[in-house]
């Protein structure tokens, strides 16, 4: 099992519409959670972090369940600027140490 | 405020030569993370250092990859005796402490292109 999974995507939404990803991690030791937005040959760039009472940034709203090991991205009134493929991102302890560790990303397309 | 530099941005080299990747931390951060990023798959961690030392290289090949971090200078990936599979985009990024709560900041990436 992957340590981070995401939905597959590619996910092809109308400007205007509100969509949803989905992540799961399997390490319950997993501390802190990102989700990182990644434009086609672009470095990875912080969204924003995930807080366990959920938090919102404008149109972004991140969630998190603990207790299901589940992540969640919602964006609404999508953009054209929005197309690009979101990372969901976990801080994992490893023998000590900690590393980010990335799931393989949903690459969203808004269609005008 | 420079952010994370890495150079070259591309580098074009034939199997079996050597490639240098560089990477400079944000100004304040000692701790760099390098990443490799194959066509159409997610990036994958590679190695953790600080300055003078590696602190975590489980995702590092075993064979022909090496990394350092010296006291002076910018932190160094090496890939020797280079193969098609080595084709990637390699990211660097740095922290300003071991915590990984704290976001890492990326660099541009080196897309290495093996022929």
């Known amino acids: 099992r992957k340590e981070v999974e995401q939905d597959p995507g590619p996910f092809n939404v109308p400007e205007g519409a509100t969509v949803a990803f989905n992540c799961t991690y399997s390490?319950?030791?997993?501390?802190?959670f990102f989700w990182y937005r990644q434009d086609c040959r672009k470095e990875p760039k912080l969204l924003m972090s995930?807080?366990?009472s959920g938090n919102e940034d404008g149109r972004f709203t991140a969630q998190l369940n603990r207790a299901s090991q589940y992540i969640s991205l919602l964006i609404r009134d999508s953009k054209l600027s929005d197309s690009a493929t979101y990372l969901c991102?976990?801080?994992?302890?490893?023998?000590?140490?900690?590393?980010?560790?990335f799931g393989t990303g949903t690459r969203l397309t808004i269609i005008p | 405020n420079a952010g994370v530099m890495q150079n070259p941005r591309h580098l074009v080299r034939r199997r079996g030569q050597e490639a240098r990747l560089r990477c400079s931390p944000m100004?304040?951060?000692?701790?760099v993370y390098w990443y490799r990023q194959l066509p159409e798959e997610g990036l994958k961690f590679m190695v953790y250092?600080?300055?003078?030392?590696?602190?975590?290289e489980s995702g590092m090949p075993k064979e022909r990859f090496s990394a350092e971090f010296p006291k002076e200078g910018p932190s160094i990936l090496r890939i020797q005796q280079v193969v098609r599979g080595d084709s990637a985009a390699y990211f660097c990024?740095?922290?300003?402490?071991?915590?990984?709560?704290?976001?890492?900041?990326f660099g541009d990436g080196t897309r290495l292109s093996i022929l």
């Open positions: 990024a740095s922290s300003p402490s071991f915590r990984g709560s704290q976001p890492q900041h």
């Open positions: 390490n319950s030791a997993s501390q802190s």
């Open positions: 995930v807080y366990s």
């Open positions: 991102v976990v801080n994992i302890r490893n023998f000590g140490n900690e590393k980010l560790t």
């Open positions: 100004k304040g951060h000692s701790h």
């Open positions: 250092l600080q300055k003078e030392n590696i602190i975590d």
